[in-house]
């Protein structure tokens, strides 16, 4: 069984401030552990990906996510938010053995970047 | 490279009535699913094709529900006897690769139920 929690549906920061979206899992096997960000009226769009290589992983945009298993957290930062990053973002989990089908996801944080 | 694409983008029907949904994958993706987001969540596994071959079914695909992958080509999933509840956003996936979760999303399909 594999789950996520994301804390926090909606997260505000001022441009240039730094981005932290949270995502703690729960997993019964080694995970895979990925962000999906979602702009208005596009599709879900892979962020990032963590498959037990460096634990620390850069994405796109500036963004990045470090896996600790002692926290079994996953959270996301960005250290200066552009306006461009206003979107939802979604932690997702998977077995590091199976298929892609079993991809969970969390409920999504909105994120609002203040002029 | 064109993405994902679905059809339509949005529907509105009455209870009772029946709808169809059509993604068409990446082109040489051999994988796909079908995904479904209701507001305020993430989205939630519906089922699985790999070709033309249907692998797997959550539990939340009620038998109102089919979905057919007849050529390994393009997709559709069909709702039956439309309820109010099954208004929801219906997202289609794609995939090359295997067990990385590496997804390429279409845009979705809205449906409302009213």
């Known amino acids: 069984a594999q789950s996520v929690t994301q804390l926090g549906s909606h997260v505000s920061v001022s441009e240039g401030a730094l981005v932290l979206l949270r995502c703690n899992y729960s997993s019964s096997v080694p995970p895979y552990l990925f962000w999906y960000v979602q702009y208005p009226n596009q599709g879900l769009q892979l962020l990032l990906k963590y498959t037990s290589a460096a634990t620390l992983v850069k994405g796109i945009n500036g963004f990045e996510a470090e896996f600790k298993k002692s926290e079994t957290s996953f959270h996301l930062t960005k250290p200066s938010a552009h306006m461009s990053d206003a979107a939802e973002y979604f932690c997702a989990v998977s077995p590091s053995s199976g298929s892609a089908r079993q991809l969970t996801f969390g409920s999504g944080t909105q994120l609002t970047v203040l002029p | 490279d064109t993405g994902v694409s679905q059809d339509p983008r949005h529907k509105i029907t009455k209870r009772g009535q029946n709808v169809t949904f059509r993604c068409d994958p990446i082109?040489?993706?051999?994988?796909l699913y079908w995904y479904r987001q209701t507001l305020g969540q993430g989205p939630e596994f519906l089922t699985y094709f790999q070709n033309e071959a249907q692998l797997e079914k959550s539990r939340l695909l009620s038998d109102r529900f089919s979905a057919e992958r007849p050529k390994g080509s393009f997709s559709t999933l069909e709702i039956q006897r439309t309820e109010q509840g099954d208004s929801a956003m219906y997202l289609c996936a794609s995939s090359s690769k295997p067990n990385t979760g590496e997804l390429f999303f279409g845009e979705g399909s809205r449906l409302t139920v009213l």
């Open positions: 082109s040489e993706h051999n994988r």
